[in-house]
């Protein structure tokens, strides 16, 4: 009994008459309130959330977070008594698709009620039961529980709004978050090493991952990784984070199911290369921007400073700013833009963060369906995290080069590559980690189409 479920198409389904009347906005979560007498039967109950009252027997869903700005917090008025209530918060996804549940609940003993407490019982939903490590931080993944980052108590904002002005929102979205650029493949491709190789359609991300999608992906239990002590996850617990900086520290395998949890995958390294270095004359380009500018013009990449010449961080020295010690926001800089004019620029592939690649075992099983996004393709479905290479890749590889780093490593035809056989596999795949974030890719059929899509972007929305 899901009042607010959303249709395949994302359309809101109509609402029962009179349960939700004034809320009819697609919602981020629902609480399934619960209220029982201390006879187990069903008990009548007003329950207010937000400014709107509602009146109920037994049970109640009630939509928090996501759209409709709504606090996850609920005060009960029950008649004088004793009751026990429980609240399942379940987050949903904008097509309505469950993918956590919290479940809260007054314990085994009752709760009494007298008459002058009528009002004071309340459940607070964005409580934080998710803290790994008992802290007591409100971080980024508890806040990500009821769909909702609330700039208002204190918590970090979201990569992207729909809404500026709404009270979760610190700016405005980068016109690149949410998009995706497509590719159309089919000509020959010139690989760094002189041979040639046909790239089949795809798309890929306009931005690298964000924190903030992580910080999602962590709520719906798709990564968790088994190890609260993981840097990944330590840094949602940072106040110091930029949501909407891209993640780092994730090892291939759990790159990989960011990406799954996104519907899609780690790009082939062959269509990385194609998006970066593929010129409609057939050639390879250096850079993935066309124009290199080491004075402050266009074409450069956020990137280390390096003394005595060589390319620089130009968009920084332009700005007036010291050179990068870490990442910046995603899309931050429009000269490192791509656009080859089959889809939407995509932005750092050069700098800012390396991006996992993959190099495929072409007689591998296909993964099964994506549980969470219904398509049947290689992005497959959550993954066990028992050693750091995705199942059926030879190969990884780091590309495109990093804030801080080397900048050589901006070059198309750099690369670092690790085999299962690397000396020190697991440490030099960790070092990299520490640099490298993650830009998804996607198989598509239909290139019109994708060259058209956009993801629409969210205010604290899973």
């Known amino acids: 009994m899901l009042a607010t479920a959303l249709a395949a198409a994302c359309a809101p389904e109509p609402l029962p008459p009179g349960l939700l009347v004034g809320l009819g906005l697609p919602t981020a979560a629902t609480a399934i309130l619960s209220v029982e007498d201390d006879r187990g039967a069903p008990a009548p109950f007003d329950v207010r959330v937000g400014d709107a009252t509602y009146r109920a027997i037994g049970q109640l869903d009630l939509p928090c977070g996501g759209q409709t700005g709504v606090r996850c917090e609920i005060a009960l008025t ?132 964000t924190w903030a999608t992580f910080a999602r992906c962590v709520a719906a239990g798709r990564c968790l990784f088994g190890d609260s002590e993981h840097p990944a996850r330590q840094r949602l617990a940072d106040a110091t984070l930029v949501v909407d900086a891209p993640v780092t520290g994730l090892l291939p395998r759990e790159a990989e199911a960011l990406c799954r949890f996104q519907g899609g995958r780690l790009p082939d390294d062959d269509e990385w290369d194609f998006a970066a270095a593929h010129r409609v004359d057939g050639g390879r380009g250096r850079y993935p921007f066309d124009v290199v500018g080491a004075d402050g013009g266009d074409g450069a990449a956020v990137v280390g400073c390096r003394e005595g010449g060589g390319l620089v961080a130009a968009n920084h020295a332009a700005r007036g700013q010291d050179c990068p010690d870490g990442p910046e926001r995603v899309g931050s800089y429009g000269s490192t833009l791509v656009d080859r004019g089959q889809g939407r620029p995509l932005a750092d592939l050069a700098g800012n963060v390396a991006e996992w690649t993959v190099e495929r075992d072409p007689d591998a099983p296909p993964a099964p369906p994506d549980e969470s996004s219904g398509r049947s393709s290689r992005s497959g479905v959550a993954v066990e995290l028992s050693e750091p290479f995705p199942d059926g890749v030879l190969a990884v590889l780091s590309r495109g080069g990093a804030a801080g780093g080397i900048v050589e490593l901006l070059e198309n035809d750099v690369r670092v590559r690790v085999v299962p056989t690397s000396p020190d596999v697991d440490a030099r795949l960790r070092g990299l980690a520490a640099t490298t974030g993650v830009r998804c890719a996607y198989d598509i059929v239909d290139l019109a189409a994708a060259a058209a899509l956009v993801v629409e972007p969210f205010c604290g929305e899973p």
């Open 78 to 209: 029950l008649d004088p008594g004793s009751y026990r209530f429980a609240a399942d918060v379940r987050e949903r996804d904008r097509c309505g698709t469950v993918a956590t549940t919290v479940t809260l609940s007054s314990g085994v003993e009752p709760v009494t009620v007298t008459r002058e407490e009528q009002a004071a019982v309340t459940l607070r939903l964005d409580r934080t039961d998710l803290d790994d490590d008992d802290d007591g931080i409100v971080n980024a993944l508890e806040r990500a529980v009821c769909g909702r980052f609330d700039a208002a108590d204190g918590a970090l904002p979201p990569q992207a709004c729909l809404d500026p002005d709404d009270a979760c929102c610190s700016r405005a979205p980068s016109s690149l978050q949410g998009q995706r650029g497509a590719f159309a493949g089919g000509d020959d491709h010139v690989r760094a090493d002189g041979t040639t190789t046909t790239v089949a359609p795809f798309a890929l991300d306009a931005t690298e991952a």
